[in-house]
């Protein structure tokens, strides 16, 4: 794990209404996460060597939970993948 100093806001955004005062406003949504390393102090996880592996619960069924991303309106499912 690294820490990282914060680094201020990403230039030339403040033109796209992304400045200090909109940065987390609903419009910004997909901006405010790429960007958030650069706006406040942050550590960056780095992926394991040895990955554990997660235990499967039976009877929980993934197709039956349903999202929709609200910045596209599109639905979000899962895919089930083979183990």
Partial sequence: MKFHKAQGSPVGLDALDYGDN??????????????????????VLEPSSKPAPL????????????F????TG???????TPH
């Fill in 68 to 71: 929709v991303d609200k910045l």
């Fill in 22 to 43: 909109a940065w987390d406003k609903p419009w910004n949504q997909y901006r405010g996460q790429i960007s958030s390393a650069e706006r406040m102090p942050s550590y």
């Fill in 74 to 80: 599109r639905p979000i499912a899962f895919a089930v």
């Fill in 55 to 66: 235990k499967r619960r039976e009877g929980f069924v993934t197709d039956t939970i349903s």
